[in-house]
């Protein structure tokens, strides 16, 4: 293939359709993180990382961040300071009944995605084949 053919292909290591626009997770996945204990925020990314949706790619730390924030404002998660002897106090996270009732709530909406995704995934690879694409069939 030609150098000119290949520039014109799209890079699809960063197109939404290799999974980059995932970071649309990242509450549920705090969360999740949250309600298995108590965290800082750099552990929390780290811990995301480990997930299947991020493929251990880590998300940006700084992001995290401003996420718990809107979380803490929302009254999903709560600070407090951990002043051990290593190091500088960090901010440690804990998941309220509000963040622990917002899980649940996740839980059913991340399902309904999923049987979505199902369907869509289905008529997807019937048109990629070049078939009719029509209801998909259970």
């Known amino acids: 293939m030609s150098a000119t053919r290949r520039a014109a292909l799209p890079d699809y290591d960063e197109c939404p359709c290799a999974g980059v626009t995932l ?12 309600a298995e204990g108590d965290l800082h925020g750099y552990r929390i990314a780290q811990r995301i990382a480990d997930m299947p949706p991020f493929k251990g790619q880590q998300p940006d730390v700084s992001g995290v961040y401003r996420f718990l924030r809107a979380m803490e404002e929302r009254g999903l ?7 051990s002897d290593r190091g500088p106090a960090k901010r440690l996270y804990k998941l309220t009944p509000a ?7 996740w839980v059913d909406t991340l399902a309904r995605y999923r049987e979505a995704v199902g369907r ?3 008529l997807a690879r019937r048109a990629s084949t070049g078939r009719a694409a029509g209801p998909p069939t259970e």
């Open 120 to 122: 869509l995934l289905a």
């Open 77 to 83: 998660v709560v600070p407090s300071w951990d002043v």
């Open 99 to 105: 963040g622990r009732g917002c899980l649940s709530r």
């Open 23 to 34: 970071d649309k997770l990242i509450q549920p996945a705090i969360l999740t993180v949250l």
